[in-house]
C-alpha cells in the first residue's frame, strides 16, 4: 500500500490561538480570552473579577482542574497581556495566509469557527452576521484555491456566558445551544465545508475542563457530566450534518500520547493499561459507540451519577464518529518506580523523562515511532479512518538576514512522517490526511507564548506582543512544498 492519490496535506490551526480580532464585528469573550501569556517555567493564568466586591485577580492553569474563588467570574483585567485578543491577526491577513497555504499545495487546512463570533453568549436568539460573513469569506478564498477546510467547531473556544451563567458543560442546556450553533454553520456553508470535528482534544476535559468545556466547578462529577453532554452533543451533530449534506462528515478530534513502561515490571505494563484508559475512553465512547465497562467500574467506585436519559446511549451508539483524528507530538514513559528518575518537562505530557529519546525546547520527548504506534492502536482499536490533525515542533526560530533556517523542524517532521508512512505502507492503516501543528506561526496554548513556534511561515511578533506581523515563508515551507508535490516520496532536504 501507499498514500491514496488524493491524501489530504495540509495545516492545522485554531482560531483563540490564531484569529485574533477577539472584540471586532459583534464577537463575544470566549474562554481563551481571559487567558494570560505563560513560559516553560510559568503557568498561563485566567483572569477574573468579584462582580460584588470589585476585587481582582487570577487562577493559574496546569495539569490538574482549576476552581474560582467564590464569587469570581472570570474577565479581562486591565494590565494583563491576552495573546488571543491579537494573536497573529488572521482574521485580517486570511488571503495573504491562505496564499501562503496555496504555495506550499496545501489539498487541506484544519482551522476552528469561533462560537462566540457567531453567537457572542452561546445561548442567543440569533447568530451575529458579521461573524457569519467573515467565514464566508475565508471559505471562498479557499475554494479558489481547491483547498478542502477541515472545521473543528470547539477549539477551546467556549463562549465566556456560558461558563459563567451555566458552568460550561456542565449544564445539559448547553448541548441545545452548541446543536444550534452546529446547525446555524452547517447550513450556511453547505458546498464549501464537508469536514467537520465536533470538540479538539475532547479527553482534555480529564485534565483541564475549563479550557475544554467551559466548567468552572472541576469536581470528579461535573467533569464526568460534562464529558458526557459533550458526547451526545456530538452525536447529534453527527445526525444532524448527515440530514443536512450526506456528503459530510463529522470525526472525533482526540489527543493522543504514546505511552510506554520504563521497566520490564509488570506493574509498570498495568499502569500503562491505566493510563491508556484515560485517552481512549473519550474515543471508546465517541468513535466506539458505548461506554467501556472499566469506566463505569470506575464511576460506580467514586459514586459518580450521570444525568443522562435511556436516549442519550442510543444516539452516542447510532451516531458515533465518522472517522477518528487526533493530535500527536510526543511519547510519554509511565513508571511505579518515581523515585528512581526525574519527571519529564513537558506541559502537556506527563510522565518520566525517556533515556532513548531527545527533548525540544519545552521539554516534550521527540519520538520518531510515535505515529506508527498511535496509528496502529488506534485503528486495531477502532478500525474506521484516521487522520492526523496534529503533529509539529514548537521551537525558538531566529530571522538570520531576513531568512529562517530551521533544519531542526524539517528534521522532525522527515522522521514522523517517514512513521506514519512506514504505518500506510507496512501495516496497511486506513490514513486520510496529515495537517501539521500551526502552519502559520501562532500563539502557543500550553505557554501562551510566541516564541515557541511550530509554522512554515514565521510571523513578525513576540511574546509581549511587539511586532509588525508581517510574514516569512522559512526553510520549511520550501521542504513541505517538495513533500506535498511527491505525496512524500520525497523527504530529502
Not at 63 to 92: C, L, R
Not at 290 to 297: A, G, I, N, S, W
Request: charged letters at 25%; a negative charge; aromatic letters at 14%.
Amino acid at each position: 500500500m501507499e498514500l491514496k492519490k488524493d491524501f489530504l496535506w495540509g495545516g492545522a490551526t485554531a482560531a483563540n490561538q490564531y484569529e485574533g480580532a477577539y472584540d471586532e464585528d459583534g464577537k463575544g469573550l470566549s474562554t481563551a480570552d481571559v487567558m494570560t501569556q505563560g513560559s516553560l517555567h510559568e503557568a498561563r493564568k485566567i483572569t477574573w473579577k468579584n462582580i460584588k466586591t470589585g476585587e481582582v485577580g487570577y487562577v493559574e492553569m496546569g495539569m490538574k482542574p482549576i476552581k474560582f474563588p467564590e464569587g469570581a467570574v472570570p474577565a479581562v483585567i486591565k494590565g494583563y497581556y491576552y495573546p488571543s485578543h491579537v494573536a497573529t491577526d488572521f482574521y485580517h491577513r486570511y488571503k495573504e495566509d491562505i496564499k501562503y497555504m496555496a504555495d506550499m499545495g496545501f489539498k487541506t487546512f484544519r482551522m476552528s469557527i469561533n462560537w462566540s463570533r457567531i453567537f457572542p453568549n452561546g445561548d442567543d436568539r440569533e447568530p451575529n452576521d458579521k461573524g457569519l460573513e467573515f467565514y464566508d469569506k475565508v471559505f471562498k478564498e479557499l475554494k479558489k484555491y481547491n483547498i478542502e477546510p477541515l472545521v473543528t467547531l470547539s477549539h477551546y473556544e467556549t463562549p465566556l456566558n456560558l461558563a459563567i451563567k451555566y458552568g460550561g458543560w456542565v449544564d445539559r442546556r448547553v448541548i441545545d445551544f452548541y446543536v444550534k450553533y452546529a446547525e446555524t454553520v452547517m447550513k450556511r456553508y453547505k458546498g464549501l465545508v464537508k469536514y467537520w470535528l465536533t470538540f479538539n482534544e475532547i479527553n482534555v476535559m480529564s485534565m483541564m475542563p475549563y479550557m475544554g468545556g467551559g466548567v468552572m466547578d472541576p469536581t470528579p462529577q461535573n467533569i464526568a457530566q460534562a464529558a458526557h453532554n459533550q458526547f451526545v452533543a456530538s452525536a447529534k451533530v453527527v445526525k444532524l450534518a448527515h440530514e443536512i449534506d450526506p456528503e459530510n462528515k463529522v470525526g472525533q478530534m482526540l489527543a493522543f500520547a504514546a505511552v510506554y513502561p520504563l521497566t520490564p515490571d509488570p506493574k509498570d505494563q498495568i499502569k500503562v493499561i491505566e493510563d491508556m484508559h484515560q485517552t481512549l475512553f473519550y474515543s471508546d465512547v465517541q468513535t466506539g459507540g458505548r461506554y467501556p465497562e472499566y469506566k463505569l467500574e470506575e464511576y460506580k467506585r467514586e459514586g459518580i451519577k450521570l444525568d443522562d436519559t435511556p436516549e442519550d446511549y442510543d444516539l452516542i451508539k447510532k451516531y458515533s464518529a465518522d472517522f477518528l483524528s487526533f493530535s500527536c507530538y510526543s511519547s510519554s514513559v509511565t513508571t511505579t518506580h518515581k523515585d528512581k528518575i526525574g519527571e519529564s518537562r513537558g506541559n502537556f505530557v506527563m510522565g518520566v523523562k525517556n533515556p532513548y529519546l531527545k527533548e525540544s525546547d519545552w521539554g516534550w520527548a521527540t519520538d520518531p515511532e510515535v505515529l506508527r504506534y498511535a496509528l496502529n492502536t488506534l485503528w486495531d482499536r477502532y478500525h474506521k479512518p484516521l487522520w492526523i490533525v496534529e503533529n509539529g515542533l514548537g521551537a525558538v526560530d531566529k530571522v538570520e538576514d531576513g531568512k529562517i533556517h530551521d533544519d531542526y523542524r524539517i528534521e522532525y517532521l522527515q522522521e514522523n512522517i517517514a512513521s506514519f508512512i512506514k504505518a500506510v505502507e507496512v501495516d496497511g492503516i486506513d490514513l486520510m490526511g496529515y495537517t501539521s501543528w500551526g502552519c502559520i506561526d501562532l500563539v502557543s496554548a500550553g505557554t501562551g507564548q510566541m516564541s515557541k513556534r511550530y509554522g512554515y511561515v514565521y510571523v513578525d511578533r513576540d511574546d509581549e506582543g511587539n511586532g509588525s506581523l508581517d510574514r516569512i515563508p522559512k526553510d520549511s515551507f520550501y521542504w513541505y512544498k517538495k513533500v506535498i508535490a511527491s505525496n512524500g516520496k520525497d523527504l530529502s532536504n
